[in-house]
């Protein structure tokens, strides 16, 4: 038994272990400050947008009240109804663009993952080591054992995403 105990011990010794920052690779990457460039600049573009849509809607309905003595009382229902159209359609159209941006969002985000996760394969094979983690999911661990700059490093040398 005591055989069993010691071989198992010696060969989890063997086992090259890495753990890696996959935030902080995005976060001080070239590709990544890129992608959140790019996405900053898409939330401004979108809140552009919906903010001068809002103001117009806000325009027509200072508009409205300041005409409803001096128009009929079906035509400022007419008016109230559009108004009301176009709120709708207002609301709709934040929905819209912000699940557009969420899925944009995901998507770019997936794609930088995808490609780093190649890059972390190809250097546990030039490397041997048998196992990489995150370190979000490690609780204590040697800083020996990060390899999160070394793989920045590779990560600024190979990833380019079209954005």
């Known amino acids: 038994l005591f055989f069993v105990f010691a071989s198992n011990k010696s060969t989890l010794a063997e086992i090259n272990i890495s753990f890696i920052d996959v935030d902080y690779i995005y976060s001080n990457s070239k590709i990544g400050k890129k992608i959140d460039n790019q996405l900053k600049s898409e939330k401004k573009k979108i809140n552009d947008e919906l903010t001068g849509y809002q103001k117009n809607i806000q325009d027509e309905k200072e508009k409205l009240i300041n005409q409803k003595k001096i128009i009929s009382d079906e035509e400022f229902k007419s008016k109230t109804v559009d108004l ?36 972390v394969r190809e250097y546990a094979e030039v490397n041997s080591v048998q196992l990489i983690l995150n370190k979000k999911d490690i609780i204590i661990g040697q800083n020996s054992m990060d390899i999160s700059n070394e793989i920045l490093e590779l990560v600024n040398k190979k990833i380019n995403i079209k954005l």
């Not at 770019?108 to 890059?119: E, T």
């Open 84 to 119: 009301e159209k176009k709120i709708k359609k207002y609301n709709k159209l934040i929905s819209d663009n912000n699940n557009s941006f969420i899925k944009y969002k995901k998507e770019i985000k997936r794609l930088f993952l995808k490609k780093l996760m190649n890059i």
